[in-house]
């Protein structure tokens, strides 16, 4: 494969989402040979080039410093560096940082290129059982103020929808999944690509006892059925 680094060009590189080997070649040589590489939390980037022996300036570009990071990684690209963006796991953009530069590069007219790999939505949907021909990504939901109205939005909402969760709150959803939505096939798919990836399909109460019986660890994806039903592959396990 042969492909030169183009100067003052921004990748947008996707990285694993757990397990280290889940990296195309072709984002590991964007890596290799970029100028430098805008990460969410340069230690976490660092296990990740350490572990492909890449040796890279790295500088920080996370939620709250990306305002006025954004404008100087600006600078350098049209000084002719080129960039790497990367998160912590995934694809940068997806309930990641990433617009804030990309809408400026874009005004700018700096040339974004995208290095696809892993999102941890997509891996999650493709061994749901759950019909994906069409689906509704809602990344991580409000937790406060406009929660209640979301669930009440989604209540009829035909399509496959997908949510990021976290550990502390992933009963709490589940819970309101119940209360909101009703009774629904779901799926939590936790640790995916990882030692503990655990898939838990079935109806809305049997996956919130048998999750509700231990301490949840880890990140999940929760996936849950549409308002039509569909023709989902499983029924309760
Ligand atoms: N940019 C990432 C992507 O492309 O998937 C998402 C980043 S978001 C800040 C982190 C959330 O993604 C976690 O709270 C969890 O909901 C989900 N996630 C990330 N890695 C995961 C994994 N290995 N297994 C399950 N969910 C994961």
């Known amino acids: 494969m ?7 060009t921004l990748y947008l590189v996707a990285t694993p989402i757990g397990n280290l080997e889940d990296i195309t070649y072709r984002a590991v040589k964007i890596l290799s040979s970029v100028d430098l590489i805008a990460a969410e939390d340069t230690r976490t980037t660092k296990i990740l080039l350490d572990h492909y ?18 404008p100087q990684l600006i600078e350098k690209l049209k000084a002719g ?24 590069a874009i005004a700018a007219g700096i040339p974004i290129i995208p290095i696809p790999g ?13 019909p994906i021909d069409r689906f509704v990504f809602e990344g991580f939901l ?5 929660r209640k109205t979301k669930f009440e939005s989604l209540k009829s909402e035909p399509r496959t929808i997908v949510l990021y969760e976290s550990p502390h709150r992933i009963i709490r ?5 119940q209360t909101y939505l009703g009774k629904r096939q779901v799926v939590v798919a936790r640790e995916l690509t990882k030692k503990f990836e655990e898939i838990s399909r079935g109806p809305i109460e049997s996956v919130l006892s048998a999750i509700s019986g231990k ?23």
Not at 56 to 65: A, D, E, L, T
Not at 118 to 130: E, H, R
Not at 215 to 237: C, D, K, L, W
């Open 2 to 8: 042969s492909e030169n680094i183009q100067s003052g």
């Open 53 to 70: 022996s890449l040796h890279k300036p790295m500088i920080s570009y996370f939620s709250y410093n990306e305002q006025t990071r954004a």
């Open 81 to 104: 560096q080129s960039i790497a963006l990367v998160s912590d796991a995934g694809t940068p953009g997806i309930s990641d940082p990433a617009f804030h530069i990309v809408q400026q």
């Open 118 to 130: 892993p999102s941890a939505f997509l891996s999650a949907l493709i061994v749901s059982g759950l």
């Open 142 to 146: 409000p937790l406060k103020k406009g």
């Open 173 to 177: 959803t589940l819970e309101d999944i």
């Open 215 to 237: 301490q949840p660890r880890g990140e999940y994806v929760v996936i849950i059925e549409g308002s039509f039903g569909g023709t989902a592959a499983f029924h309760s396990e």
